[in-house]
């Protein structure tokens, strides 16, 4: 047993190696080509039924004939953009206490909703598009999570913070390289200027409902 400082800077007791306290080593570059990461990933992936990304393959490909083509092979291939579970499962583990809240402002698909829900952990995503928040739900139907994410289908910059959050995570639009919807309001329609300014004043006004020594 040995005493280290924690994240916050306090001693803390630890004991046993990297893997027993944090899941795998916790250094600034982590290695998702490892078995153990790969093989984590597809049990969450199978156990929590998150292949399923219907609503997003759909709005993502359709900008063009190679968009077209590379939507089509990716479904094939299995390989469209899911956020990595096992990742998730890591920093909820590292940055987010037990029973704590999570704010997601661009909650895209069910990941990390379902796997706050698997820690014990309570999460508010915002989605603006109502097919996937249909989606997310109906993936957390075949679940027997105790504690259930929840999402709401609204503009990020309408939503009314009423709590204080303990970990803001979420993985927003890159501009407009990928499109979701045409929806108004869906920032990944918006020039980039307007897209910078929407953007920050979303993350702003979360950033104000987060916790003291929160991430």
């Known amino acids: 047993m040995s005493v280290q400082n924690d994240l916050f800077g306090s001693e803390v007791e630890t ?20 078995g153990y990461w790969q093989t984590g990933k597809k049990q969450l992936i199978n156990k929590y039924h ?25 479904k094939e291939l299995g390989t469209t953009s899911i956020f990595d579970p096992f990742l998730c499962d890591l920093l909820y583990t590292w940055f987010c206490p037990v029973g704590g809240l999570v704010f997601d402002p661009f909650a895209g698909g069910a990941v990390r909703g379902i796997i706050a829900g698997k820690n014990k952990i309570n999460y508010i995503g915002c989605d603006i598009r109502d097919d996937q928040i249909l989606e997310n739900n109906a993936l957390l139907d ?8 929840t999402w709401i289908c609204i503009d990020s910059k309408k939503y009314i913070h009423k709590d204080m959050y303990d970990f803001v995570f979420s993985c927003p639009p890159y501009g407009n390289l990928e499109k979701y919807s045409n929806l108004k309001g869906d920032i990944s329609n ?3 200027s307007d897209f910078i300014l929407s953007y920050q004043e979303i993350i702003q006004k979360t950033l104000e409902n987060l916790n003291n020594n929160s991430f």
């Open 142 to 149: 075949k679940t027997n999570l105790e504690v259930k994410p």
């Open 190 to 192: 918006m020039d980039y």
């Open 50 to 74: 998150l292949e399923s990304n219907n609503s997003r393959i759909d709005k993502t490909y359709g900008r063009g004939s190679y968009d077209d083509f590379l939507g089509k092979k990716l």
């Open 15 to 34: 004991k046993g190696d990297l893997f027993d306290r944090f899941g795998v080593p916790p250094f600034s570059v982590l290695d998702t080509r490892q």
